[in-house]
């Protein structure tokens, strides 16, 4: 009968820890802010914003003919005067 007794009044005590945890958790999420945190990378204008900022970094400023024609020059004085093989 005593551990009866005993159960009884262990099993109220933890019904109501638990009923109070419960709805101090509802309570807790009814006060938590609304709003939901992004990367910037999620943000569609960011990106449109990124590619176009890369694209002109990699974009020449110089037409692409007077790109070849400034390496060739280039590549003719970096190469070593000794090698016969281009002549």
């Given amino acids: 009968m005593k551990w009866l007794v005993f159960v009884a009044i262990a099993a109220g005590i933890l019904i109501i820890f638990g009923a109070t945890y419960a709805i101090s958790h509802l309570l807790e999420k009814r006060r938590?802010?609304?709003y939901k945190t992004s990367a910037?990378?999620?943000?569609p204008q960011f990106l449109r914003d990124l590619a176009k900022k890369l694209r002109d970094q990699d974009s020449p400023t110089a037409p692409k003919s007077e790109q070849d024609a400034s390496s060739d020059s280039k590549d003719d004085k970096d190469s070593d005067p000794s090698d016969k093989r281009e002549q």
Avoid at 40 to 43: A, G, L, S, T, V
């Fill in 32 to 34: 938590a802010p609304k």
């Fill in 40 to 43: 910037p990378d999620d943000d």
